[in-house]
């Protein structure tokens, strides 16, 4: 009893985003020690990513990066994917070394540390390298909607002045099936307890314009946890409230179930 009222003081006691990477593998190996699940880690990682300060596209391929060489890890500063995909690493992996590697194998096609291999398009490049993430969006009790849209990785790398990578890929055209804003409130009861959402833009070549994590707490309260442009750091509310709110900008969502990722 008194060991594990240590380990749940030692957990408490700092925000991740203030911890060095020493104390980040000793945050981790008491977060392991526990014995929680993959979904009750992930959990207390989002609690604990809670006011890390917001900035738009902080990593990067890191130093000789020929077109972003922001570092390949960042827990003190993140943008809406970074905050997740370094939430699922964190929840994953035993210690500051392993997390930083397993989170290549994230970001980047097959662990290939190179832009043109990096994870830009969240329904198109994300979500096929990152099986473990299930799409539930059709099970949630709700009538989905169909959005069709053409992606072109040809314009997207001259738009991110990177014009020599991937003038030759074909366009790519996909439909997708989405919640609707105004069926947020109902399809939320169906949500599982962890769970990837993604906010579907009104952008004709585009899907994603947002992304979060849902996380159920012990009593089964949702919220969503996202890293917010607005607010300026990681928050936690209400995901109808926050859909509605942005009505004007999205059409709607997916939702992915989160297991854990093979290692």
């Given at each position: ?32 020690a ?19 300060e917001y ?16 570092p ?8 809406c ?17 392993e ?17 043109e291999h990096r ?8 979500l096929p ?37 991937g ?25 599982p ?10 952008i ?44 004007t ?15």
């Amino acid at each position: 009893m008194l060991s594990t009222i240590l380990i749940l003081a030692t957990l408490t006691a700092e925000p991740i985003h203030q911890q060095s990477p020493s104390e980040i593998t000793d945050y981790l190996y008491l977060l392991n020690a526990k014995g929680d699940t993959f979904e009750q880690r992930v959990r207390k990682v989002t609690q604990d990513s809670l006011g890390t300060e917001y900035n738009d596209g902080p990593l990067g391929e890191g130093v000789g990066g020929k077109y972003d060489p922001d570092p390949i890890i960042d827990l003190t500063r993140v943008d809406c994917v970074t905050f997740v995909e370094q939430t699922v690493a964190l929840s994953m992996t035993p210690n500051y070394d392993e997390m930083v590697e397993f989170l290549q194998t994230i970001r980047y096609k097959d662990g290939k540390i190179d832009y043109e291999h990096r994870n830009h398009f969240m329904i198109t490049d994300w979500l096929p390298n990152n099986p473990y993430c299930q799409d539930v969006s059709s099970q949630l009790g709700v009538e989905t909607q169909t959005v069709k849209r053409t992606i072109s990785r040809k314009d997207f790398f001259q738009l991110v002045k990177a014009p020599t990578i991937g003038q030759s890929t074909p366009d790519q055209t996909i439909s997708l099936n989405i919640i609707s804003v105004k069926d947020t409130a109902h399809a939320e009861k169906n949500l599982p307890d962890t769970a990837l959402i993604i906010f579907i833009g009104k952008i004709d070549w585009l899907f994603s314009l947002h992304t979060g994590l849902y996380i159920r707490d012990e009593n089964g309260r949702g919220q969503l946890i996202h890293a917010s442009s607005k607010s300026g750091k990681v928050v936690s509310m209400n995901l109808t409230d926050y859909t509605e709110s942005q009505k004007t900008r999205y059409l709607g969502f997916t939702a992915y179930k989160i297991t854990e990722p093979p290692m």
